[in-house]
T-cell receptor, first 112, second 113 residues
Framework: DVKVTQSSRYLVKRTGEKVFLECVQD?????MFWYRQDPGLGLRLIYF???????EKGDIPEGYSVSREKKERFSLILESASTNQTSMYLC???????????FGQGTRLTVV | AQSVTQLDSQVPVFEEAPVELRCNYS??????LFWYVQYPNQGLQLLLK??????LVKGINGFEAEFNKSQTSFHLRKPSVHISDTAEYFC???????????FGPGTSLSVIP
């Protein structure tokens, strides 16, 4: 069974903390994505990567960075968490051809 | 740049009635089009996709969508909805390779018994 696994379902962090969200896929997919999901706004793309060490900014990259040192793992980093980064974060992966995205279960991050 | 518009944020419909969820996209290149569904407290799953070929695409749970290139639309339809179809539906677009996948804001479908 194909799988995209996010390391945490729920996280609570304090303002100013550095936060790491981890995502691992077992499908040997080339493309990986990080989105945040907010009510009424849908899924907004933060960053995506189409290869190891390659990354491209999405629509809302400010305040975030990413790391992809291995093909199966894509990390999202909040350098200094702020309350407006409280959200549901979704990781996804696809093959190069982008024919279907597979999603993790999401990480609900609360910044207090 | 690609973008997706879903004109209806909420659609209430009675059980066994037909439903159409609207999606329009903008892109300067050839695209793939998708509908994803998110049931309450669950992850996203693929409902159907258009890659090429026939413009009428059939998906799971009796849903279908029609790709209209001239109107840049990809509307989702079901002839008779069930209570279990209550969910959030997302339209998405991507380029054919090495490209981002962009989602619309979503349509919340509520089926009323």
């Amino acid at each position: 069974d194909v799988k995209v696994t996010q390391s945490s379902r729920y996280l609570v962090k304090r303002t100013g903390e550095k936060v790491f969200l981890e995502c691992v896929q077992d499908m040997d997919h080339e493309n990986m994505f990080w989105y945040r999901q907010d009510p009424g706004l849908g899924l907004r793309l933060i960053y995506f990567s189409y290869d190891v060490k390659m990354k491209e900014k999405g629509d809302i990259p400010e305040g975030y960075s990413v790391s992809r040192e291995k093909k199966e793992r894509f990390s999202l980093i909040l350098e200094s968490a702020s309350t407006n980064q409280t959200s549901m974060y979704l990781c996804a992966s696809t093959r190069i051809e982008n024919t279907e995205a597979f999603f993790g279960q999401g990480t609900r991050l609360t910044v207090v | 740049a690609q973008s997706v518009t879903q004109l209806d944020s909420q659609v209430p419909v009675f059980e066994e009635a037909p439903v159409e969820l609207r999606c329009n996209y903008s892109s300067s290149v050839s695209v793939y089009l998708f509908w994803y569904v998110q049931y309450p407290n669950q992850g996203l799953q693929l409902l159907l996709k258009y890659l090429s070929g026939s413009t009428l695409v059939k998906g799971i749970n009796g849903f279908e969508a029609e790709f209209n290139k001239s109107q840049t639309s990809f509307h989702l339809r079901k002839p008779s909805v069930h209570i279990s179809d209550t969910a959030e539906y997302f339209c998405a677009v991507s380029g054919t390779s090495y490209d981002k996948v962009i989602f619309g804001p979503g349509t919340s479908l509520s089926v009323i018994p």
